[in-house]
């Protein structure tokens, strides 16, 4: 591993996780009624909450003012629109709490970009280059 390579690709994913992410994009997971995505969502949820053994968590699309967030003591994803790497970050979250591990940021991070990169290099560049993604640089803590 390259010392200078983004903390993100650091994480190694099963190549089912990558798999997983990857058919949610390809069922055009940002595409149709809300119903649908949401639909789509919740799907995405099931096969990832399987695939690493954790229990499901309740998704819920809403405004809010903190953003998105994970309420562990509800085991709840809180978004307020259907992102993937949002999502994943929450998810992140909920991995750390499932397992009993102290929750922290870098994780998440790490977990939802490199997911999200494996399944879909060329989405990853082109929401980078828009600049619709944070903590891609540095350590994760910019």
Not at 7 to 19: D, I, S
Not at 38 to 65: D, E, M, Q
């Amino acid at each position: 591993m390259n010392s200078t390579e983004p903390y993100w690709l650091r994480l190694e994913f099963p190549a089912a996780a990558v798999e997983i992410v990857r058919q949610a994009l390809r069922a055009k997971l940002f595409r149709g009624s809300l119903r649908e995505r949401v639909a789509k969502l919740l799907a995405l949820n099931a096969a990832l909450s399987a695939h690493y053994a954790v229990p499901l968590c309740r998704i819920s699309i809403r405004n809010t003012p903190h953003g998105p967030h994970y309420m562990p003591g509800r085991n709840q994803i809180v978004l307020d629109k259907i992102s993937i790497v949002s999502y994943l970050h929450e998810f992140g979250h909920h991995i750390l709490n499932a397992r009993g591990l102290p929750q922290n940021e870098t994780y998440p991070r790490a977990f939802s970009l490199g997911l999200f990169y494996r399944a879909a290099p060329r989405m990853f560049e082109t929401a980078r280059q828009a600049g619709r993604l944070l903590y891609t640089e540095n350590k994760g803590d910019n």
